[in-house]
């Protein structure tokens, strides 16, 4: 909202955090940090406070720019998660990390609008939404309110659902109609920091998943910021028929790919091989 004291139109090669202006220029990282028992990669394995700062300051330390926090699991078929359980899972860990980290940038990963607003009233940086608001329609509105960034995702369905809703037409022509509206509706509520991310792996097979990967340079026309979230996904490890704790190679390889075709973030579980990613990318750019 133009009222908020921390909207500004700027270009869309940067992002306005907390009054503090993030440019996209060059690709950034974002490290995951999940706080559920059950994701598909490190369910389960930052369940006390030590384990988390540290997993933290990890993450700070090899250069990324944004941690993920979610306390909800997406993988296809999770577990309903009340919103009372959600909140009881993030928030306190979102105020440690704050009290700790007072200069790092949390982005929350939920498609509830009470949890954004929780989080963004204690000091959150961006919201995450896998559903771009269609599973709560007062998402929009609550992060303009807030005058965060705002991540929507490319999904059909729900996290129970989405394996269900796998059957395109045209699938990139598809998305980007999607996008096209749910940016159109962003902006009827005052949001203007977007970023774009296709969900990989929601609602979409392995062939699919590659397909929208070849074909990623298209989102380029949306004139906003694209966020790559393959790290250490079936896509890669079902391919390679290994496991994810076998998947960081095949990640790197394909976050070569999503930087080429134009992605301004990688949401990563390795902060320390996604930096040297984009290192390299930039070396490339810079070759004459």
Known sequence: MKNNPYFQEHSPASINCKGELILLDTPKVMGVLNLTPDSFYDGGLYRDEKAILDQTEKMIREGASFIDLGAYSSKPGAALVSSE???RRLLPVLELLLREFPEALFSIDTFRSDI????GERGAALINDISAGLLDPNMMPTVAALGLPYIMMHMRGTPQTMKDQT?????MQEILQYFSQRISTAKSYGLYDLIIDPGYGFSKTTTQNFQLLKQAAQLNSLDLPVL???SRKSMIYKTLDIGPKEA???TTALHMQALL???KILRVHDVKEAMECVSLFNAL???T
């Open 228 to 230: 790559t979230g393959v």
């Open 85 to 87: 359980e959600e909140s």
């Open 261 to 263: 075709s134009g992605s």
């Open 116 to 119: 954004a607003m929780a989080a």
């Open 285 to 287: 750019e810079k070759a």
């Open 248 to 250: 960081l190679n095949g």
């Open 167 to 171: 059957q395109y037409k045209h699938l």
